[in-house]
């Protein structure tokens, strides 16, 4: 009974909207080369329970380098206080970012692989 959501992005404004992903939800690539939805029902933040999280680079208190426009530490901001966070790392985490700020946000954990 779960339910798998998909996000759209807003370049105008730099913010996420998320979408239900069913069996006939039509996928198109948008002029950035980012796949989203076309035809699907639109849910809000608060319902979601995990959000996983890409990212270029994570330290080992779960900060995240992003792709620098902010979408996700707006979208993150928004999600309930019990939302489950997993940063999804190709890369064995560094120390420390140096330049976090009062708008990033910690993920829970941080996956990456064991080389």
């Keep these: 009974k779960k339910q798998i959501v998909v996000s759209k992005s807003d370049f105008s404004n730099h913010t996420l909207s998320h979408f239900i992903l069913e069996e006939n ?3 198109e690539i948008n ?5 989203e939805p076309v035809n699907a029902k639109q849910i809000f933040e608060t319902a ?15 900060y995240r380098v992003g792709y620098g426009k902010g979408f996700y530490d707006r979208f993150l901001s928004n999600c309930r206080k019990d939302c ?7 890369f064995t985490p560094i120390s420390k970012i140096d330049d976090i ?3 990033d946000i ?5 996956i990456y692989p064991i080389s």
């Design 25 to 27: 939800t039509e996928i």
């Design 31 to 35: 002029r950035y080369g980012i796949p």
């Design 48 to 62: 979601l329970d995990l959000v996983f999280v890409p990212l270029l680079i994570s330290d080992q208190e779960n």
């Design 84 to 90: 489950k966070t997993i940063g999804l790392n190709f």
């Design 101 to 103: 700020n009062e708008f």
């Design 106 to 110: 910690p993920l829970d954990k941080v």
